[in-house]
């Protein structure tokens, strides 16, 4: 490659060589500490085999910070090409560049934000859940299909990872009692212990968060997409209620699915109980049935199964709501997407508290 | 009122994204049963004007009229029932990527319309093959050229022969010939089936042979509407740049760098 060769001969600085972006740094460099102590400077061109962008913007740059210190960069002896390439190089006023915050300016905002954003996103599932509930009235119109397809996906394709990790969480909460309880020759009662855990809490929570993560997720990003691809100004422009049309067969569908894998989830856990129970405390199989259906009322079945539609509820209104809030760009796409999650798995957790509290009062 | 003749208006139309104010006090008229074409250059606002007439975009000040209902202020469902008989064709096409190009054409039929299903499938095809897409049926939009999703765009946004049909470029992307086929479709929307077309565009060629009339936006505003041999006639020099695709003169952006760096002796 030719060499960018300098010379400086007084307030001049002979340029040879080509002057691209791969050597105008050494022409900047020479400019900068000139320029900043004010007064004229040359720069002979006629050395320069090649003048490109990058040269032209050395130079431009050079001119500017000299005016301000008072002076002037001038260039002598340019060829015809040379000549070309500055009559197509326009200065636009100067306007700084914006450069982007700093990390710890970022985490500042951030935190700054976070309250506001809050309070955004229960306003938008407020809105979105009353818009649900008013076109929910009117029914789906012609979507059955599309609500079915929607069950399948938030519901039977979700069942065995739900499955799994219920029979998973049944052990591991039987070991633990057992471990207790067995001390005080209280093995038996591991069946009412498992038994209330899973079907009250551990069932229902379990299994939201888990379609949080699978079905929530995919909510928010599927119809955030559709915000950027403007999908959904075409639907509004076409007469169409993106609400009634998008939110309503997911609603359905996820208040028919929660609950069923709710079903799922509370069997698994209670099998894993039983597990332990018959190897690790050998209590006969009939044994700990009888004890779990002796124990056990409806009513422990049903509170679950309750929170259980208001988990689908939340889920479903707080995806809508961060999907469709206006977007700019993929990246806001994804960062609504883990807002969703996460701010659905903290209102769950609000959610699961209240109803807990109120209804042990209820029961005292 | 002269209103009973326009499909849409804009009066005083302002609308500004944050600091940067894109529509300023426009001033538009869409006559029935012509082809209206919105001109400008590049981020002249042409897409924000039409997302305004639309209800899309709620403007600052002034106000819109789209079949004689003030679409931003009005209740939803009236709003919905004047956009069943609108047509949008966006300019990035706007299709529904979890459908097929045929679904898509096929939503609007289904959404308003009591039609059988065979009648709804039949006139899938035969808009789609009037816009040279018989094969692509079956096909998803990703799966489609940028050409092509425009064409099967248009498809969707004018298979209810819409009262008002809005094109946001539609030959951009376009060979020319393809694009030549788009503008008689639309002359044939407008002179057969009654439809009033809005359509923004860059190309000249493509003005002269569909305009009835013109709308033209520089820096968000209008600077001249009327017929097309009028505007074209005026002398404004916005309008002759644009009309003879001559670039603007270089002080508008910027001095040339070699005035800044020729020594004064020397100066021309
Ligand atoms: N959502 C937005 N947020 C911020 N600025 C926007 C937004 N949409 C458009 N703008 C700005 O508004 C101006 C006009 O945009 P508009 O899309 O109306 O231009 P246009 O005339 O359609 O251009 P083109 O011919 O390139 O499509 C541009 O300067 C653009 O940067
Ligand atoms: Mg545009």
Not at chain 1, 240 to 263: F, G, N
Request: glycine share 10%; hydrophobic share 50%.
């Amino acid at each position: 490659m030719e060499q960018l060769r300098i010379e400086t001969d007084g307030d001049t600085l002979r340029v040879r060589g080509p002057l691209t972006a791969e050597t105008a740094a050494a022409l900047w460099r020479a400019l900068e500490a000139r320029v900043a102590e004010g007064g004229d400077v040359t720069v002979d061109l006629s050395g320069v085999s090649r003048l490109g962008t990058a040269g032209a913007a050395a130079l431009a740059e050079g001119s500017a910070r000299a005016r301000a210190a008072g002076g002037r960069v001038v260039v002598a002896g340019p060829r015809p090409e040379h000549e070309e390439v500055l009559e197509q190089v326009v200065l636009p006023p100067v306007r700084p560049h914006r450069r982007r915050a700093p990390f710890l300016e970022h985490l500042g905002a951030g935190a700054h934000g976070a309250g506001a954003a809050l309070a955004r996103s229960l306003r938008l599932a407020g809105g979105a859940a009353w818009l649900a509930i008013a076109s929910a009235w009117r029914g789906p119109r012609g979507r059955f299909a599309e609500t079915v397809r929607h069950l399948v996906r938030f519901g039977s394709d979700g069942a065995p990872v739900v499955v799994t990790i219920a029979l998973l969480l049944g052990l591991a909460l039987a070991f633990q009692a057992a471990y207790q309880l067995r001390q005080f020759g209280a093995s038996i009662f591991v069946a009412n212990l498992v038994a209330l855990s899973v079907l009250r809490e551990l069932g229902p929570v379990m299994t939201a968060v888990v379609v949080i993560g699978r079905s929530g997720s995919s909510i928010a990003a599927e119809l955030g997409t559709m915000v950027v691809r403007e999908e959904v100004d075409a639907l509004e422009v076409m007469g169409i209620d993106p609400v009634q049309y998008l939110v309503v067969p997911r609603l359905y569908a996820m208040t028919i699915a929660v609950p069923a894998l709710t079903v799922f989830a509370d069997a698994a856990g209670l099998l894993g109980g039983l597990l332990i129970g018959v190897t690790y405390l050998d209590i006969a199989p009939q044994a700990y049935l009888q004890q779990t259906l002796r124990f056990v009322v409806p009513g422990d079945l049903l509170i679950g199964l309750f929170k259980s539609v208001l988990f689908a509820w939340v889920i479903v209104f707080v995806a809508v709501a961060y999907g469709l809030a206006p977007k700019s760009g993929p990246d806001t796409v994804g960062r609504a997407t883990t807002a969703s999650v996460v701010t659905s798995i903290f209102l769950l957790v609000l959610v699961d508290t209240t109803v807990t509290t109120l209804h042990t009062i209820w029961l005292t | 009122m002269a209103d009973v003749d326009l499909v849409a208006w804009a009066r005083g139309l302002d609308l500004a994204f944050g600091e940067r104010r894109v529509l300023r006090g426009v001033d538009a008229d869409f006559p029935r049963g012509a082809i209206t074409c919105v001109l400008g250059g590049s981020g002249s606002g042409k897409t924000t004007l039409l997302k305004c007439l639309v209800g899309l975009l709620a403007p600052s000040a002034g106000s819109t009229a789209l079949l004689g209902l003030d679409i931003v202020r009005a209740p939803a469902a009236e709003r919905e029932a004047v956009l069943r008989r609108v047509g949008m064709l966006f300019q990035q096409g706007a299709l529904f990527g979890s459908m097929t190009v045929g679904e898509n054409v096929r939503l609007p039929l289904e959404q308003h319309t009591r039609l059988p299903p065979a009648l709804m499938d039949r006139m899938v095809d035969l808009r789609l093959a009037q816009v040279g897409l018989a094969d692509a049926r079956d096909r998803r939009p990703s799966e489609l050229s940028g050409g092509m999703q425009k064409r099967a765009a248009l498809a969707r946004a004018s298979i209810l022969d819409p009262e008002v049909l809005f094109c946001d470029e539609p030959s951009a992307g376009l060979d020319p010939v393809v694009s030549a086929g788009i503008d008689e479709l639309l002359v044939f929307f407008a002179r057969r089936l009654h439809v009033s077309v809005v359509a923004i565009t860059h190309e000249l060629s493509s003005v002269e042979r569909i305009a009835d009339r013109v709308v033209m936006l520089v820096g968000g505003e209008v600077i001249a509407q009327g017929a097309l041999d009028e505007v074209r006639a005026s002398p404004d020099p916005r309008l002759r740049e644009f009309f003879e695709r001559r670039p603007p003169p270089t002080e508008r952006l910027g001095r040339p760098l070699l005035d800044e760096l020729r020594p004064r002796d020397a100066r021309r």
